[in-house]
């Protein structure tokens, strides 16, 4: 594990980095994964291809909490897809939860990974 903010690498149980006090987690400088410097805004790591936006608690640019607020209320529709950018999962949620009733499951499922943080949005299906 290494430092968000500094780079510096981290054992996995501290909870501030000794080179630059931050809490450990916060930044968003240096990827968590391998320690490389990431460019402003970035979605992916260069050096080893994680995804940076999990690391830092976001889920398609917005706080984790705010998604999990928008799919309670509103995830039967799959509107928070389409926040997250996954316009074509939205479309089907959409089409799956008039047709066959099924919003109700495809909303619990998606707020329980998106509480245990085992949502995922894969970049290369984003629409």
């Not at 930044?27 to 320690?35: D, E, L, V």
């Not at 089409?95 to 509480?115: A, H």
Request: with cysteine; hydrophobic share 45%; aromatic share 8%.
């Amino acid at each position: 594990m290494f430092c968000k903010n500094c780079g510096k690498e981290m054992n996995e149980n501290q909870a501030v980095c000794l080179n630059c006090g931050i809490k450990a987690g916060q930044g968003t400088a240096f990827c968590q994964n391998c320690g490389k410097e990431l460019p402003p805004k970035a979605a992916v790591c260069l050096g080893c291809g994680v995804d940076v936006r999990a690391q830092t608690g976001e889920l398609g640019g917005q706080p984790k909490w705010v998604m999990a607020l928008l799919c309670f209320f509103l995830g039967g529709l799959g509107i928070h897809n389409f926040v997250m950018g996954e316009t074509k999962k939205g479309i089907f949620k959409i089409i799956m939860s008039i047709l066959c009733g099924l919003g109700t499951i495809f909303m619990l499922i998606d707020l329980v990974k998106i509480l245990t943080d085992k949502y995922v949005i894969d970049p290369n299906k984003l629409v």
